[in-house]
């Protein structure tokens, strides 16, 4: 397994994650986020030994206002995990892996 810290040149399977995760989001929904509310770059995901994407995440820009101060914090949305992969914790890895990237970063 190994962790993507984005996914451009993903576009496809991260659309097939989604719409496998959230079959009731509409079409012209998942257009939608997908051209204006998600990015490959922001992506994030756990890959197989066979190059397969087994779950991502999207972290999406958020600005908040901690303590007087403004700060830049990422928002997790569109979590998911193809069905065939589920029940292996993936996605507790997954979010360990983004949650220590960020604590890296700052």
Not at 31 to 40: E, I, L, N, S, Y
Not at 48 to 56: I, K, M, S
Not at 85 to 94: E, S, T
């Given at each position: 397994m190994?962790?993507?810290?984005?996914?451009?040149g993903?576009?496809?399977?991260?659309?097939?994650?989604?719409?496998?995760?959230?079959?009731?989001?509409?079409?012209?929904?998942?257009?939608?986020?997908?051209?204006?509310?998600?990015?490959?770059?922001?992506?994030?995901?756990?890959?197989?030994?066979?190059?397969?994407?087994?779950?991502?995440?999207?972290?999406?820009?958020?600005?908040?206002?901690?303590?007087?101060?403004?700060?830049?914090?990422?928002?997790?949305?569109?979590?998911?995990?193809?069905?065939?992969?589920?029940?292996?914790?993936?996605?507790?890895?997954?979010?360990?892996?983004?949650?220590?990237?960020?604590?890296?970063?700052?």
């Amino acid at each position: 397994m190994r962790f993507l810290r984005s996914a451009p040149g993903r576009e496809r399977e991260l659309r097939d994650l989604w719409r496998n995760c959230f079959p009731e989001d509409s079409p012209a929904y998942l257009d939608w986020v997908m051209t204006r509310k998600v990015a490959p770059e922001r992506a994030r995901g756990l890959e197989g030994e066979d190059g397969a994407l087994l779950c991502a995440l999207h972290l999406l820009p958020l600005r908040l206002k901690m303590r007087g101060k403004e700060m830049d914090w990422p928002f997790v949305s569109g979590a998911g995990t193809f069905p065939r992969f589920r029940k292996r914790g993936y996605m507790n890895d997954l979010l360990r892996l983004t949650f220590e990237e960020q604590r890296e970063a700052g």
